[in-house]
């Protein structure tokens, strides 16, 4: 239950992040709105990470080589992903990208996941990822030729 929780939160807090992002292009540069929103994004968890730090409370996992590796590797291409979404809104409608980036998004993900790191996967996990390839070719279809139905 708290999963679930986590995620219906999660996906509120990244929807709105969409939104703010969208309405900030074409008001600001994109490389310092990037600089922006990331360097507060920053703050925010390493505030809490040296709060729970200092509680005798709260457990911490251990920081391994390769967990420094992959969060550094998370850092370069969330920078570099956060300078081109601000650009793309500059020539397009948030109801066309963030579907488009999200779909597409959970598709090369989960082929990541089974191709290079030999994840299992249900045949009703592999229908899903057919249903949302078929669901970004009708979005982008759709905007394409301004298919109003």
Known sequence: MILLILIIVATVIYSLF?????????QINSS?????????GALIPLT?????????KASLLPTTKIGVTYSLLAGVTIGIFSIIFIRIFQKGDLTYIVPIISGGTIIMTSLIGIILFKESVSLLQIVGIILATIGIVIIAV?????LNI
Do not use: D, T
């Open 142 to 146: 759709a905007n394409i030729y301004k």
């Open 18 to 26: 969409n939104v703010f992002v969208s309405k900030a292009s074409g």
């Open 32 to 40: 310092i709105s990037a600089f922006i929103f990331n360097g507060i």
């Open 48 to 56: 809490i990470y040296f709060l729970l730090k200092n509680s005798r």
